[in-house]
């Protein structure tokens, strides 16, 4: 190899090491910015807060409760007073034999009222199965001289005078009850009723229906006059009713685990009377169930963004390797390249020593 081909090898071996020793460093600073990206996604992992499932005990607590005859006390707070004293809230249940509750729903049917006495309401008279239906707390026909009843009703035909006025009372109050908690029938409608008798007691139990659900729009009627769907029903039954005392002045007597046990009620004139107390665990099982499934939610949002986040370390690390297996492709190279260069460079060396010594010959 002469002395130019030499010095032109020479270059073109020390532009090819420059450009892989740049590809190099382009490389390296691919996988520095991986490295970050990387960092920053595990920094992500380690800032994710792991989902913990609810404790019953964070959703339990102990409800102390006393009797007052019929009635069931429980304490829901307690504010210490100066001297020794609480003001307690506590809630009052009992059972309302003689409340309004809702009734199995029935199909309606109608006909032709042939001498409407009252208003248009009156068009027609209703009927469940072959019980008819008359308006609620008006019993008519009634004889002036004896007060008896001198329709075809069943049940009022059974009552004497003085029954049948206390009975028109009793409708009266089931008009305000069945007023207060389900709201006045719209439209001027009545409520209706029908007495229906027990074949085992003999007893009589009355069923209401608010007449508007026979003629409001939404209820469609058959060609042969009966409703197309049930129409809800109301009867007199048995209810758990309670309401809540609010600031009652109290003592309290604890035992010696620090447990309530008795509890002393001020009346407004400043008497007392005492009850036991009685201690119950509870748990709020819907609260602890709406917490179970936010929970589940949590967990399953959690594991699917840890997930994704794995997902794109994978992509990372397979990027890495792929830059890291061209990283010692260019090693490789350049160790080549430094080899080639230096046995060019003993040629030029050897070139340059001949060319001398034959000026010098």
Known sequence: MGMAASQARFLGLTARKTNTEYEGQQVNQQRTMLSNKSANYYNDLLGMTVPTPPSVEDYTKTVYSFNDGALENSINS???QEGGTYLVSYTRTWTNDHAVVGATSSIVTR??????????????????????????GYIEPIDPSTG?????DEYLKSLSADQLQNLKKEEEDFITMLNDKYGVPSGGNPWKVFYRKDTTTSAWTPTFYNQYD?????????DKDNTQ????????????????????KAMLEKDSSGRYINITLFDSDGNTRTYSLATNT???????????????YNKSQYEKSVQDINSKIEVIQAEDRTLELRLKQLDTEQKAISTEMEAVEKVIQKNTQDTFKTFNA
């Open 78 to 80: 307690l504010v210490a």
């Open 111 to 136: 006909t032709k009222n042939s001498a409407p006495t009252k208003l248009p309401y009156d068009e027609y008279l209703y009927y469940v199965g072959s019980k008819k239906m008359r308006d609620l």
């Open 148 to 152: 008896a009843y001198t329709g075809d």
């Open 214 to 222: 026979f003629v409001k729009p939404e209820t469609t009627w058959s």
């Open 229 to 248: 769907t049930y129409i809800p029903a109301y009867t007199v039954g048995s209810e758990v009713e309670r309401d809540e005392i609010k600031g009652a």
């Open 282 to 296: 509870t748990t709020d099982q819907a609260a602890y169930n709406d917490a179970l499934n936010q929970y589940e």
